[in-house]
């Protein structure tokens, strides 16, 4: 079959490998992928949001399955806007409607979701440019440090934690006040959880799920998990602290009232669902929801299923996961990101890239690369993610990270701590 992938990123460069190797894959698109996609598929170059030209392509390509990597598709309707036409609402997408993934899209909604179904999450209230007075009240007697989330999509730089109430009270001005824009206009003002971050994620049909492998990512630009905020900088998997006992927790505790929880409320979801979880003592608490795979968990997670992911998506179209047998490997993969210097600040562009034919024990997954002239060139601040499935987390690790070492560029940096702390 024909299928069109969007996206651009390390996980469409993960979903691309795997799709790629299935038997039911005649042609892969990937609209607009990246510098590393096209030897998995042909990249057709337009952008996620323009969904017009998506549905040329689904039409000109004979396409029939749609898989949506990234998230602001999803939350601007793209399976919507597919539903919607005649002419090409019968392909399957797989990613959910706007209603389900308004759980990612609207933090202000999730709370309210996590609320009314018992899920167990940070305690939290909202506030509008209307209710502001109140808001500032209501961080005069709050706890701190204390949690501030701008409502909507802020390419995750809409959430502040503040340790002075003082400091709290001005952001919250600013941010209703239209720092984040349309983002903000809503605020969610949360308790501050003390734990360990951990993703989870499922593949869902609306009436059965699959849970697939937990990871766990590195999100600062520094070594030991310093400096700013990044889009993440690594990933392993499985997560050695997320024993049965505590996934045990999170399946009955968050993913079954969760899936429950879209049925009573009529949302029919088909996508995957990525839990941001915490781990506070031996419990676990949601932090977020979003409505697609992580990146760059996805590089360390997609490796480990075993199973044909085109079998995987076609069940999740035909409500039948409850068929699936999933069968996730033993060995543990690690994933370091290579980035630009001056990432997540400002970044050149346009550097040639050597050395990637030379990695030893791991899988390339372009990120922001671009392919001109047959040389592989930068194009964004996270450039390649190096991908190793080792027998152990140790060697995993080793491997990725000497692995990371062959690439060259002008600029180019990595951690050479992810993961370590785990061991
Ligand atoms: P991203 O897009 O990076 O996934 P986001 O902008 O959607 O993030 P969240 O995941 O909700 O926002 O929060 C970002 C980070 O802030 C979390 O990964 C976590 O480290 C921290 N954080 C959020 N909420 C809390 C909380 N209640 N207690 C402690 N830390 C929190």
Same mark, same amino acid.
């Given at each position: 079959?024909?299928?069109?992938?969007?996206?651009?990123?390390?996980?469409?460069?993960?979903?691309?490998?795997?799709?790629?190797?299935?038997?039911?894959?005649?042609?892969?698109?990937?609209?607009?992928?990246?510098?590393?996609?096209?030897?998995?598929?042909?990249?057709? +170059?337009?952008?996620?949001?323009?969904?017009?030209?998506?549905?040329?392509?689904?039409?000109?390509?004979?396409?029939? *399955?749609?898989?949506?990597?990234?998230?602001?598709?999803? !939350?601007?309707?793209?399976?919507?806007?597919?539903?919607?036409?005649?002419?090409?609402?019968?392909?399957?997408?797989?990613?959910?409607?706007?209603?389900?993934?308004? *759980?990612?899209?609207?933090?202000?909604?999730?709370?309210?979701?996590?609320?009314?179904?018992?899920?167990?999450?940070?305690?939290?209230?909202?506030?509008?440019?209307?209710?502001?007075?109140?808001?500032?009240?209501?961080?005069?007697?709050?706890?701190?440090?204390?949690?501030?989330?701008?409502?909507?999509?802020?390419?995750?730089?809409?959430?502040?934690?503040?340790?002075?109430?003082?400091?709290?009270?001005?952001?919250?001005?600013?941010?209703?006040?239209?720092?984040?824009?349309?983002?903000?206009?809503?605020?969610?003002?949360?308790?501050?959880?003390?734990?360990?971050?951990?993703?989870?994620?499922?593949?869902?049909?609306?009436?059965?799920?699959?849970?697939?492998?937990?990871?766990?990512?590195?999100?600062?630009?520094?070594?030991?998990?310093?400096?700013?905020?990044?889009?993440?900088?690594?990933?392993?998997?499985?997560?050695?602290?997320?024993?049965?006992?505590?996934?045990?927790?999170?399946?009955?505790?968050?993913?079954?009232?969760?899936?429950?929880? *879209?049925?009573?409320? +009529?949302?029919?979801?088909?996508?995957?669902?990525?839990?941001?979880?915490?781990?506070?003592?031996?419990?676990?608490?949601?932090?977020?929801?979003?409505?697609?795979?992580?990146?760059?968990?996805?590089?360390? !997670?997609?490796?480990?299923?075993?199973?044909?992911?085109?079998?995987?998506?076609?069940?999740?179209?035909?409500?039948?996961? +409850?068929?699936?047998?999933?069968?996730?490997?033993?060995?543990?993969?690690?994933?370091?990101?290579?980035?630009?210097?001056?990432?997540?600040?400002?970044?050149?562009?346009?550097?040639?890239?050597?050395?990637?034919?030379?990695?030893?024990?791991?899988?390339?997954?372009?990120?922001?690369?671009? *392919?001109?002239?047959? !040389?592989?060139?930068? +194009?964004?601040?996270?450039?390649?993610?190096?991908?190793?499935?080792?027998?152990?987390?140790?060697?995993?690790?080793?491997?990725?990270?000497?692995?990371?070492?062959?690439?060259?560029?002008?600029?180019?940096?990595?951690?050479?701590?992810?993961?370590?702390?785990?061991?």
């Amino acid at each position: 079959m024909n299928i069109l992938l969007l996206g651009s990123g390390g996980r469409e460069s993960a979903f691309a490998w795997k799709i790629s190797q299935s038997s039911h894959c005649d042609k892969l698109i990937i609209a607009p992928g990246n510098g590393g996609t096209g030897a998995y598929g042909t990249n057709i +170059n337009i952008n996620v949001n323009d969904f017009d030209a998506i549905k040329k392509v689904a039409l000109t390509e004979n396409i029939e *399955l749609v898989v949506v990597g990234p998230e602001e598709p999803l !939350v601007n309707g793209i399976h919507d806007f597919f539903l919607a036409d005649k002419e090409i609402a019968h392909i399957p997408v797989i990613g959910p409607k706007k209603e389900g993934a308004i *759980l990612e899209g609207s933090k202000d909604f999730s709370k309210q979701f996590m609320e009314r179904h018992g899920i167990p999450t940070a305690a939290s209230r909202s506030f509008t440019p209307e209710t502001l007075e109140d808001g500032l009240a209501y961080l005069q007697n709050h706890a701190l440090p204390v949690v501030l989330k701008a409502d909507g999509l802020a390419a995750g730089k809409g959430v502040l934690i503040c340790t002075e109430t003082i400091e709290a009270q001005e952001e919250l001005k600013l941010m209703l006040g239209g720092k984040f824009g349309a983002a903000g206009a809503t605020v969610v003002i949360e308790e501050f959880l003390s734990g360990i971050e951990l993703s989870v994620f499922v593949l869902t049909d609306g009436e059965n799920y699959i849970t697939l492998p937990s990871a766990k990512d590195y999100k600062r630009i520094g070594q030991g998990d310093t400096g700013l905020n990044t889009g993440g900088m690594g990933s392993v998997s499985p997560v050695p602290f997320a024993t049965p006992e505590f996934l045990a927790k999170v399946e009955e505790r968050i993913i079954k009232p969760t899936i429950e929880g *879209l049925k009573k409320d +009529n949302i029919d979801y088909t996508g995957f669902i990525f839990f941001g979880l915490i781990k506070v003592g031996e419990e676990p608490f949601v932090i977020e929801y979003n409505a697609r795979m992580g990146d760059p968990e996805t590089e360390s !997670v997609i490796p480990r299923i075993e199973n044909d992911l085109v079998e995987l998506f076609l069940a999740t179209a035909n409500k039948q996961l +409850n068929q699936v047998n999933l069968v996730i490997s033993e060995q543990t993969a690690a994933t370091v990101m290579i980035v630009a210097g001056g990432y997540p600040g400002d970044y050149l562009k346009g550097k040639a890239i050597t050395g990637i034919e030379n990695l030893r024990h791991s899988n390339a997954f372009h990120a922001g690369t671009l *392919l001109e002239n047959d !040389v592989v060139k930068t +194009n964004g601040g996270r450039v390649i993610a190096i991908t190793s499935l080792q027998k152990d987390l140790f060697t995993a690790l080793q491997s990725a990270t000497a692995d990371a070492g062959r690439i060259y560029f002008d600029g180019k940096y990595f951690r050479e701590d992810i993961g370590f702390d785990l061991i």
